[in-house]
């Protein structure tokens, strides 16, 4: 599953590099990636279970990844609209950490099982997800295309 994992990685690195390139939008494309890169450094060095490089590292990628769809938002509410390939992949991210903190509910009814780093971080990035969730459901699966018409 490592090997599929990276494999997809690879790939979806070099389509965005290489193959959809020009389909950069630069003009409303303007988040400033400093804003979310430094304070998840910070907290990673901050708040780990273990200061070791491979810990803090770990606990970097958990904090990224819980902030890391808000460039992908801000671009959204910049525009006011989406494609509907763009909505519906933002959904199925969405619904995969749902998924993921009914697991860790589960884990902790059955195992005690808790890992407060893992689970506040899912828990934020479920939140910024919740905005868009309520738009997809009203819009898009109305067949209607996205349109934002205030801010996330």
């Given amino acids: 599953m490592k090997v599929i994992f990276l494999l997809c990685a690879y790939v ?22 400093e804003f979310l890169l430094v304070p998840v450094i910070g907290l990673s060095f901050l708040e780990n279970y273990n200061f070791t490089p491979l810990e803090i590292l770990w606990t970097f990628s ?3 990844e819980s902030v890391a769809i808000l460039p ?17 992949y933002l959904f199925f991210l ?5 998924l993921y903190l009914a697991n860790w509910i589960r884990r902790y009814q ?3 099982f808790y890992d407060q780093i893992a689970v506040v971080s899912g828990v934020v990035q479920t939140i910024f997800y919740c905005d868009f969730f309520y738009l997809y459901v009203t819009k898009v699966l109305k067949g209607k295309k996205l349109s934002l018409p205030m801010p996330i």
Wanted: no cysteine; hydrophobic share 35%; charged share 25%.
């Fill in 94 to 98: 969405g619904l995969y950490r749902a």
């Fill in 72 to 88: 992908q938002l801000f671009m959204i509410s910049k525009t006011g609209e989406a494609e509907t390939i763009t909505t519906h």
């Fill in 110 to 112: 059955t195992e005690n």
């Fill in 62 to 64: 958990i904090y990224l």
């Fill in 12 to 33: 979806t690195v070099y389509m965005i590099y290489g193959k959809f390139r020009k389909t950069f939008d630069s003009e409303n494309d303007t988040f400033r990636l």
